[in-house]
């Protein structure tokens, strides 16, 4: 492209600066530099006007000063000059798409080109024995940049914050006279080098401890619960952590309002120690009173809280049954968002305390729920359950549950009515209905039952050591029986069963859905009576125990026995929905549901009256991913107790998939010395570790 430049001549000229002229001496004339008649003399005269008379126009007077030409011919102008042609702008405009711009001479690159990275090395050098290099490489912006950087700049800016970063790690482990220099230095070879050099110093210890605050109960409350000594280092982690154990110690011990103040570490660079002093607002000791609630929605009044706690009016305040309440709110499944909060009411408790009430800020969450689980295993085939739970329909936490059982061998559906925390903690009165149709290769059974009981069992939020339930059920069923194991003929009978179930259980556990140590015992006991013809009562029990043995972070081996009996009657007397079975992903792997025992002619189970099973799990997690390889065993009896023989055994693998509510679960096994009719292999599915 052409520039076209316009530059304009000033129309008055250059003057040369002369000097000012000589002052003249006082008392004289000036002498004009023209007289006034030489002046007179050189203005033009008009001509024609006179002296008096007003001025003539600019034009007239111009046409006056135009020479006169002779009337006869007019006046000839000379030829227009032509303009001379400029070729360029005389080109037409190329098209918009052909115009090229230039190169940048001045950069002489393309200025949208990245730029290239500018490569460094990181030198840390001074950290010693203070064990804080790891830490400090852990965190540095340099080292984290891997060597590279879009400018120089961005690798200072780096190195300062290294610097900065060098020092507070320092000073956090009390070497409170330290300093850091990062600086870049460039090679002879043009590499870019950026060197953190520190210098620890002397490290300071904890001199005198002083704590301001009122007395307390006992009269060591606040220095006990500061576990500091002098002769410590003066480590920030342990400070901070010390001051946090008085805001815990204190409200366990009767003090809700107790507050910790702003430290003060007083440095003495001659002795190296720093002289630390608390201050402690410890407020007034409290025994708890009342409990109150608010909140616009709510899902149940304080007097069914009064049954949820744990703890008596007039005890000393203690934080931590504040939390259990807390949790136990929780628990319930009522609340969208619920707290607990110590409230002062300044009315005096017993020995000298002040009575604080409980406020409780509910706001009650929706009530139904949906929930389901599903499930397959080889020889049970698919099976998926689902209930419609409406959990306080009859305040307080009185819940009605409909259920529902959708499988390729089992259906049914199910009405329950449960109060939980009823008239006590953590105890559940319970009573429903059931209609379910059952088809194995055991037995076909068609049953209805009602059932009534009474429980305290754990939960995800409480984990409980003891467990226990007992009550009633009275079943009516419809089953095959096989008359004959010779023949495997069979008939349809029915039976009317009363039963008085009884459970004790014993959990030692640290999870319960992924128990990594501890073990579990549980017993359960059933007295039951048949009717069919004759009556025949007997007991139902087994025995179960599990082990868990961490070997490291990620490896954990678990056992597992189960022992059961039926005494006092005949496997004949007995439904056989209600005989003793082993097989399946709840019992021995690498066999089909209900596939171990006595068989009848088609090689069909027929169940037995006492079961031993064994297991051995040898499980390894990798985040939250795991594998496990285990062998079970066992094997169903005729007789009324196991006889330890004839034993059968599967092997297998499976895989782990962590959730936060417990690990997914997929196994395969398969039986060794496997008989005709069995299952080359199995697969089973579900929720929760197999034990």
Do not use: C
Not at 622 to 639: E, K, L, P
Request: no cysteine.
């Amino acid at each position: 492209m052409m520039a076209l430049f316009l530059i304009s001549a000033s129309p008055f000229p250059l003057m040369a600066q002369t000097p000012p002229p000589a002052t003249a001496p006082a008392g004289e004339a000036e002498e004009p530099i023209l007289p006034d008649d030489q002046f007179d003399a050189r203005l033009p005269k008009v001509e024609g006007t006179d002296a008096g008379a007003p001025l003539p126009s600019m034009d007239n007077w111009i046409d006056r000063q135009m020479p006169q030409q002779p009337s006869a011919a007019p006046a000839t102008l000379p030829p227009p000059i032509e303009p001379v042609e400029e070729r360029e702008l005389a080109q037409p405009l190329q098209p918009l798409g052909s115009v090229t711009v230039p190169d940048n001479s001045m950069l002489g690159e393309d200025p949208a080109e990245k730029l290239p990275e500018v490569r460094y090395a990181t030198s840390v050098e001074g950290f010693g024995k203070t064990e804080l290099e790891d830490e400090f490489r852990a965190e540095s912006a340099l080292i984290d940049g891997k060597g590279r950087a879009e400018t120089a700049a961005m690798v200072q800016a780096r190195a300062d914050e290294d610097e900065k970063l060098a020092v507070r790690l320092l000073y956090s482990e009390g070497y409170y006279d330290a300093t850091a220099i990062a600086g870049l230095h460039q090679a002879g070879d043009g590499t870019l080098k950026a060197v953190v050099t520190v210098t620890p110093g002397k490290r300071y210890k904890i001199g005198n401890i002083v704590i301001a605050a009122a007395p307390t109960v006992p009269p060591t409350l606040v220095r006990d619960s500061l576990p500091l000594k002098t002769g410590d280092y003066i480590v920030a982690a342990n400070v901070e952590s010390a001051e946090a154990n008085i805001g815990v110690k204190l409200p366990e011990n009767g003090y809700p309002f107790a507050k910790v103040g702003q430290r003060d570490i007083l440095l003495d660079p001659a002795t190296v120690t720093g002289d630390y002093t608390l201050p402690v607002e410890v407020g007034p000791r409290a025994s708890f009173r009342a409990i109150a609630t608010r909140g616009e929605k709510q899902a149940f009044g304080a007097d069914h809280m009064e049954v949820i706690r744990r703890y008596k009016p007039g005890e000393l305040y203690d934080s931590r049954k504040v939390d259990d309440l807390r949790k136990a709110l929780v628990a319930t499944g009522l609340f969208s968002s619920v707290g607990v909060e110590p409230v002062r009411t300044g009315e005096p408790g017993p020995d000298g305390t002040e009575y604080v009430d409980l406020m409780v800020d509910q706001e009650a969450g929706p009530p139904r729920t949906l929930a389901g689980e599903a499930g397959y295993g080889t020889g049970q085939g698919f099976r998926a359950e689902g209930t419609w739970t409406h959990r306080n329909l009859f305040p307080p936490e009185g819940a009605l549950i409909a259920g529902a059982v959708i499988g390729t061998q089992e259906q049914g559906v199910s009405g329950t009515f449960r109060r939980s925390n009823a008239g006590k903690r953590d105890r559940t009165f319970q009573t429903g209905i059931t209609l379910n149709h059952q088809n194995y290769n055991a037995y076909e059974a068609f049953t209805a039952g009602v059932n009534i009981g009474w429980s305290r069992q754990s939960t995800p939020i409480f984990q409980k050591r003891w467990t226990y339930s007992y009550g009633a059920e009275i079943l009516g069923t419809n089953e095959q029986v096989v008359i004959d194991p010779a023949t495997a003929d069979k008939v349809r009978r029915t039976y009317l069963i009363a039963g008085l179930p009884l459970q004790i259980g014993y959990d030692r556990s640290n999870d319960l859905l992924n128990p990594t140590k501890g073990f579990r015992a549980n017993l359960r006991a059933e007295p039951e009576g048949s009717l069919q013809g004759n009556f025949s009562p007997y007991l139902r029990a087994t025995f179960d125990l599990s082990g868990y043995f961490p070997v490291s972070d990620g490896i954990v081996i678990a056992g597992r026995t189960r022992l059961g009996t039926i005494s006092g009657v005949s496997r004949d007397d007995v439904a056989p929905s209600r005989r003793i079975y082993a097989g399946g992903g709840g019992s021995v792997r690498g066999f089909g549901f209900q596939e171990l025992g006595p068989k009848d002619a088609k090689n069909d189970p027929i169940g037995g009256r006492s079961v031993n099973e064994f297991a051995v799990e040898g499980r390894y997690r990798f985040g939250n991913y795991g594998v496990v390889a285990f062998v079970d065993a066992g094997q169903v009896y005729d007789s009324q107790t196991p006889k330890f023989s004839d034993m059968r055994y599967g092997v297998g693998i499976g895989g782990r998939f962590y959730t936060n509510f417990g690990p997914f679960r997929a196994d395969i096994a398969m039986p060794i010395d496997r008989q005709p009719g069995e299952s080359k292999f199995a697969v089973y599915i579900g929720i929760g570790q197999a034990f």
